[in-house]
């Protein structure tokens, strides 16, 4: 039986955003391709993405250790990596250029630069998220 996640992405796909202008991929998610809770929240970005402009990458994956050589190895596995414009953002970071990238986020990087309540709030979003991650023991 397929995830939630995916049905509902292959009906998005097929009733709605066929017809969404595509860009080009100008984002690479990194995240933990043998965690359950991280594979449903690829999921469900790949759902929010119907521009397609990020590109996933298991950390099994040999590419992720080209793609994440600037980020320390203790730190690869600790949280999901989101690469753009040759940066890698993590945790909460990660959070707002994930939304960012997202239709209709465009704005929220640069409101986050000068709000720091939406900083807290992100690291604490992620915090939660990361909470259910250990909590199933998803963790490695």
């Keep these: 039986r397929p995830a939630a996640a995916s049905v509902l992405s292959r009906t998005c796909d097929r009733l709605i955003f066929r017809c969404a202008e595509r860009v080009p991929v100008d984002s690479i998610l990194v995240y933990d391709g043998d965690c359950r809770v991280c594979r449903l929240a690829k999921d469900l970005l790949k759902v929010l993405d119907w521009r397609r402009r990020i590109r996933s990458v298991p950390l099994q994956d040999p590419e992720s250790a080209r793609l994440l050589a600037a980020v320390p190895e203790e730190r690869r596995w600790t949280s999901f990596h989101l690469l753009r414009n040759g940066r890698a953002a993590s945790r909460g970071e990660g959070v707002i250029q ?10 929220i990087p640069r409101l986050a630069a000068e709000t ?4 807290t709030m992100s690291e604490r979003l992620y915090a939660v998220f990361h909470g259910v991650r250990d909590a199933l023991r998803c963790a490695t």
């Design 116 to 119: 720091p309540l939406l900083r």
């Design 98 to 107: 994930i939304l960012g990238v997202l239709p209709f986020g465009g704005g």
